[in-house]
């Protein structure tokens, strides 16, 4: 099973927020690190079953947390985030 790497945002008074460096648009939130995690597998899950129809290109594949080190962008939006790695659970995988 894949697993994306998801950056954790949280502001003072308000929830955990989750987004995918990998898959841009794709985001979850949720009121503890467990739960916004469970979100965002489930909101990737949810992306990559409908993302063919959406976009008419192949769900990005994961990148590795070496590779994301050498990109900019990266390193500016993991400054203050916890990183995880969240699993793609696919059909029979998300029961």
Same mark, same amino acid.
């Given at each position: 099973m894949p697993h994306y790497i998801a950056l954790i945002h949280k502001e003072r008074d308000s929830l955990y927020g989750v987004s995918f460096p990998d898959v841009?648009?794709? *985001? @979850?939130?949720? *009121?503890?690190? %467990?739960?916004a995690i469970e979100? @965002? @597998?489930?909101a990737l899950a949810f992306a990559a079953e409908d993302w063919w129809?959406? *976009?008419s290109s192949p769900f990005p594949p994961p990148s590795t947390i070496? *590779?994301?080190? %050498?990109?900019? %962008?990266?390193?500016? %939006? @993991?400054a203050d985030a916890v990183v995880a790695a969240v699993p793609l659970r696919l059909g029979a995988e998300l029961a």
């Open positions: 841009p648009g794709v *985001t @979850a939130a949720g *009121t503890s690190i %467990d739960e979100q @965002a @597998a489930e129809e959406l *976009t070496e *590779t994301l080190r %050498d990109n900019a %962008d990266f390193i500016r %939006d @993991a």
